[in-house]
Nanobody, 124 residues
Framework: QVQLVESGGGLVQAGGSLRLSCAVS????????MGWYRQAPGKQRELVAR???????NYADSVKGRFTISRDNAKNTVYLQMNSLKPEDAAMYYC??????????????????WGQGTQVTVSS
């Protein structure tokens, strides 16, 4: 089993900042990459930022230069620093990992697991 717990969301004015955290626990065997996704009402879930085990990062064009993803491998935690927030950044934010976990007789894909999300609201 894999547990992902997101935190740090809230209500902020446009131009403000928030820092999201996602703690991963469970029978984790390996984590290749960690990512943040978001889903606004009526829209599909989209990738916001991703960071690999070697700290290579990629971002959605809409957040480049404003968001920064980082990770603490020792704590299996991924962060998302969000600056210069815009109303269009408002969404439920989720984290996800590209990795494996011990599911008994073999290793299983951890990408099926999602946390409960953390809500980000940006007022104009």
């Amino acid at each position: 089993q894999v547990q992902l717990v997101e935190s740090g969301g809230g209500l902020v004015q446009a131009g403000g900042s928030l820092r999201l955290s996602c703690a991963v626990s469970g029978s984790i065997f390996s984590i290749n990459a960690m990512g943040w996704y978001r889903q606004a009402p009526g829209k599909q879930r989209e990738l916001v930022a991703r960071i690999t085990s070697s700290s290579s990062t990629n971002y959605a064009d809409s957040v480049k230069g404003r968001f920064t993803i980082s990770r603490d491998n020792a704590k299996n935690t991924v962060y998302l620093q969000m600056n210069s927030l815009k109303p269009e950044d408002a969404a439920m934010y989720y984290c996800n990992i590209d990795g494996t976990y011990d599911c008994g007789m073999h290793l299983c894909d951890a990408r099926a697991y999602w946390g409960q999300g953390t809500q980000v609201t940006v007022s104009s």
